[in-house]
């Protein structure tokens, strides 16, 4: 096989994911979680594949007519690029969007002309092997391993491989068994970044906000293992240990989320009455399962009283359609730091195997006041003093990004 070349499987496939589901993600990442996005990333590439508006302005995207699951990036104005960076993708997801979006907008400041080749697996063996065979056979210096899917399945099929991995928007690799400890490199050919922010930490943030906390929805994507394994059920077994009653949320079908959402919150509202009439001592928490987090329309609509908190910062947004609170890590966040991570790697100046687990400290903090306000919420101030993202009593927008956007004389 040529090295720019992609079997005949990788170029037929996906047919399924129609043009209304692509616009349907990108009205996510451009409503939900605030991000500019092109207009010509939707209809004219392929279905899967979206990023911010100011990526446009230093990148070029070119789509190979024939392989619909293969995109090709490059710097605008660029010769021969120093290096050459393949991009493994699972599926379509607004969160993907907005990494590669942070990625593009670091490797752009850095000045590095460097030529992306992004490949859609599809979740699928045949098509994970044959971008793997083009990596070997393409000259490339490095992968990112979009998503957890993606990251998994390349631990488990590439890990020895020629080419170094660094993992991009997928979460905690040590409690995945990925990474020994967060402190030291694998000692392989990858390198791990996490979108997880440790338990214990969102504990007491959780504890400060409610002291007297008797009840904890947690709200998650039962298909969504990596979400299952670091974020529902360590966040449960510390609450439990703690005395609070632990309310399993759990989507069944991600395919028909809003309709068992509705009926799944509301429920667990009428259960936390039993010993929180007033659910002053209540909370919904939402993982980071997209299929969850982007029904936060009618997770609010269901939830009473009860806040509504969320470990995806940017689910919390502008308006009501939005999260009151958020303790975790942004995908920028995340994204900014296996930029970094891939930057040192193609540089030279760190050995992908001796890098330790990339972690967002302390956590990415956004707070929704026009949502606090209409529930009643007491927002600690401590929180407001450390939150990168915040929105005003009208639902506007003040701070984003660690950014003031309020006008200084």
């Not at 930490?201 to 293992?225: C, G, T």
């Not at 799944?264 to 939402?286: A, E, Q």
């Not at 939150?387 to 003040?398: F, I, L, M, N, R």
Request: charged share 20%; net charge negative.
């Amino acid at each position: 096989m040529g090295k720019h070349d992609v079997k005949g499987n990788l170029m037929k496939t996906h047919a399924h994911h129609r043009t209304a589901g692509r616009i349907a993600g990108m009205a996510l990442a451009g409503v939900l979680f605030g991000l500019p996005v092109s207009a010509t990333a939707a209809p004219n590439y392929s279905d899967w594949f979206g990023y911010g508006a100011e990526a446009a302005a230093a990148w070029e995207f070119i789509e190979t007519p024939d392989e619909p699951l293969r995109l090709t990036i490059r710097r605008k104005g660029s010769g021969e690029p120093s290096f050459r960076v393949m991009v493994i993708y699972p599926r379509p997801s607004s969160a993907y969007d907005i990494a590669i979006t942070k990625v593009l907008d670091v490797f752009d400041e850095k000045g590095l002309d460097i030529e992306f080749t992004v490949i859609n697996f599809d979740r699928t063996e045949s098509l994970g092997h044959e971008a793997l065979e083009v990596a070997d056979a393409g000259d490339y210096d490095l992968i990112y391993s979009m998503g957890s899917e993606s990251t998994a399945w390349m631990w488990d099929n590439y890990r020895g491989g020629a080419v170094p991995v660094v993992s991009i928007c997928s979460k905690d690799p040590v409690l995945l068994e990925q990474a020994s400890a967060y402190d030291v490199g694998t000692g392989t050919n990858f390198a791990f970044t996490s979108l997880n922010t440790p338990i214990e930490v969102q504990m007491a943030y959780l504890l400060e906000l409610k002291p007297e906390l008797r009840n904890l929805a947690i709200l998650v994507d039962s298909q969504n293992v990596s979400a299952v394994q670091t974020q529902a059920e360590p966040i449960a077994r510390l609450a439990r240990r703690r005395g609070v009653q632990v309310f399993d949320v759990a989507v069944r079908d991600p395919q028909n989320a809003r309709r068992e959402l509705g009926s799944l919150v509301s429920s667990t509202v009428d259960s936390m009455r039993r010993n929180d009439p007033t659910l002053d001592h209540s909370v919904f928490w939402v993982t980071g399962s997209t299929s969850v987090f982007r029904e936060i329309r009618t997770i609010n609509e269901n939830s009473d009283r009860a806040p509504v908190l969320s470990v995806v910062p940017e689910v919390v947004a502008a308006g009501d359609d939005s999260a009151v609170l958020s303790i975790g890590v942004s995908f920028q966040s995340n994204a900014h730091i296996a930029a970094i991570y891939g930057a040192d790697v193609l540089l030279e100046r760190a050995i992908v195997g001796d890098m330790p687990v990339g972690v967002v400290s302390p956590p990415d903090i956004a707070i929704n006041f026009r949502k606090a306000r209409a529930i009643g919420l007491n927002v600690p101030f401590s929180f407001l003093e450390s939150a990168s993202t915040v929105y005003d009593y009208e639902g506007h927008p003040v701070r984003v990004d660690g950014k003031s956007l309020v006008p200084t004389n």
